[in-house]
């Protein structure tokens, strides 16, 4: 364990100066960024009605807009990050590291997912500054009068999480198999077009995992008592399919 964090921090010091770090910020603040441009010239069409919450609008708005661009950021994030160790050769000099491939392998995962959550908290921060922001320049939209809500924002998140957990193993596995990003890329690209053809609906949707952020645009539970959809469930059993898949592939060939 103590491996694994040791390589985990000194390759988050190796992001810190890389365009994979540097997405997760930018690509976090590209949708609210959009909704303060949009708020500030149309505000007239965002007065709420009595009674109605704006905190809920922005934020149904923001994660509708965060939903669509999550799938392409997953994909460039792996892609740049297994980029970097093939364009420099680095994988031979991670390889004659007193580490072991375990370990190596899991850092690997966890900075895939830190930089991820990383992506989701930025991008729910700058959405609330958006409503405090907005609230104070045009007070009838009626932000500083009303809350938002933190629980609702958190278990949406997590939602969003599982549903691209599918994405992410499937890119992590192919980033050991594809050492050319743009063919990663090419294939990542295909399969959200691909998705956005689904629309997120049909019998075959639920096994497109492209498809399953698509699935939580305008999200209404399929039932009261449901925290995770059927996809939710089966972006999990791709998950482990494709995180066992790459993890024995790394342990026994892979070579960089």
Do not use: C
Not at 9 to 25: C, G, N, S, V, Y
Not at 60 to 66: C, T
Not at 123 to 142: A, P
């Amino acid at each position: 364990m103590k491996n694994v964090i040791e390589f985990y921090l000194a390759e988050l010091i190796k992001l810190r100066r890389t365009f994979a770090f540097w997405l997760t910020i930018i690509g976090a603040a590209i949708i609210p960024l959009t909704m303060i441009i949009t708020y500030v010239y149309n505000w007239k069409m965002f007065v709420p009605a009595t009674g109605v919450n704006p905190w809920d609008e922005l934020f149904g708005r923001a994660f509708n807009g965060v939903i669509l661009f999550m799938p392409l950021y997953i994909i460039l994030l792996i892609g740049l990050i297994f980029n970097i160790e093939y364009k420099a050769n680095a994988w031979k000099h991670i390889f004659v590291q007193p580490i072991s491939k375990e370990s190596i392998f899991s850092a690997k995962y966890l900075i895939v997912f830190s930089l991820i959550v990383l992506f989701m908290v930025l991008f729910s921060v700058f959405t609330f500054l958006v409503g405090e922001i907005v609230g104070v320049y045009k007070v009838e939209l009626g932000f500083n009068n009303n809350s938002a809500d933190f629980k609702y924002i958190f278990n949406f998140s997590i939602k969003v999480l599982i549903a691209i957990l599918a994405t992410t193993a499937i890119h992590f596995w192919l980033g050991l198999n594809i050492r050319n990003l743009v063919s990663v890329l090419g294939i990542g690209l295909a399969g959200i077009a691909l998705a956005i053809l689904m629309n997120g609906k049909g019998g075959y949707a639920d096994f497109f995992p492209y498809a399953y952020p698509i699935m939580l645009l305008n999200y209404v539970p399929s039932s009261p008592d449901v925290y995770l959809e059927r996809f939710h469930l089966i972006s999990i059993v791709y998950f482990v399919l494709f995180f066992f898949l790459a993890f024995f592939q790394f342990k026994r060939s892979f070579k960089g």
